[in-house]
């Protein structure tokens, strides 16, 4: 039932869904580009095994890595050469099936992993070890709990590591989530959509965002060494691909009849050509904002 679908949790999350890994993996080419331009400037920043010919005994963690196309083609290739191993985790096991057979590649071992729960945390590191840097790109603004992940990451740190997580204050699907709260054309599915509903900081106010940034971060035992808002501009996407990504990867998408599924395409549609998504702009470009945490 739709209840107890609810309270197992995971089930509201759009990731577990078979369609979800492809169009994850085809649809969000331009935000793995602007997410490798910040990469890039902050791998700058790493001094840790950073003359390449000291990483044999090393290895580098990557939280939430959906797909595995930015592990796979962004990060490792960012990383020394000498590197050990990558580890690539996700809460989902599709995601992480679909990067096995995907974005396979012999430096990389993909697993699942729950990054807020303290157990898997624990379990993971008897299995797999602490690792010199840990990075988490565009997965932290999906989690609930993030100071529980935050710690958790801590903890997946050697003595001397450094991690890199960026995530965005206020997601795209979250305003169209908002949006189809605020519309009575969808109020039976209101109990799902404030399941999967995360609290935001306003969009306009960036000092309460940047607060939000600096207490998460002061609720670990983490350093920080960058703790920013930065702006960065994105290609859009086409109207049709970004509708349909965005439909297929609502929470309250496996719970539509059949004829409710174009309706609701229609109604993301509408919202993001009247500029109700930060994701989409038809004028070709959007300006987004992250938040790069850089810590040890």
């Known amino acids: 039932s739709m209840t107890s679908n609810l309270q197992n949790g995971l089930s509201t999350s759009p990731f577990v869904q078979d369609e979800m890994p492809r169009l994850y993996d085809e649809g969000r080419d331009y935000d793995r580009e602007a997410t490798a331009g910040l990469l890039k400037t902050w791998q700058a920043t790493f001094f840790t095994c950073s003359s390449g010919s000291d990483a044999s005994e090393h290895q580098y963690l990557d939280v939430g890595c959906g797909p595995g196309n930015f592990s796979r083609n962004y990060l490792l290739p960012m990383c020394p050469p000498t590197l050990k191993r990558l580890v690539a985790s996700d809460i989902s096991k599709a995601m992480i099936d679909y990067a096995k057979k995907v974005h396979a590649h012999p430096k990389i071992e ?44 801590e903890r997946l740190m050697t003595p001397g590591g450094e991690c890199l997580v960026i995530f965005t204050p206020y997601p795209g699907p979250a305003q169209i989530n908002q949006a189809l709260l605020d519309s009575d054309a969808w109020a039976k599915y209101r109990d799902i959509l404030k399941a999967s509903m995360l609290p935001f900081s306003k969009p306009s106010d960036t000092v309460g965002m940047r607060r939000s940034l600096a207490d998460l971060v002061s609720s670990t035992g983490l350093v920080p060494l960058s703790c920013e808002l930065v702006r960065v501009t994105i290609a859009s996407k086409h109207i049709d691909d970004a509708a349909h990504l965005f439909t297929v990867g609502n929470s309250i998408y496996p719970y539509l009849a059949e004829q409710e599924k174009p309706e609701l395409e229609t109604f993301i549609r509408n919202l993001l050509l009247q500029g109700g998504c930060f994701n989409f702009s038809s004028s070709g470009t959007t300006q987004q904002l992250r938040f790069v945490f850089h810590g040890y």
Do not use: C, P
Not at 115 to 122: A, C, L, P, R
Not at 128 to 153: C, M, P, Q, T
């Open 110 to 153: 993909h697993r699942v992993l729950d990054i807020t729960m303290d157990d898997q945390v624990t379990k993971f590191i008897s299995e797999e070890g602490r690792f010199k840097r840990v990075y988490s790109f565009l997965a932290l603004h999906w989690i609930g709990d993030k100071s529980a992940a935050l710690r958790n990451i």
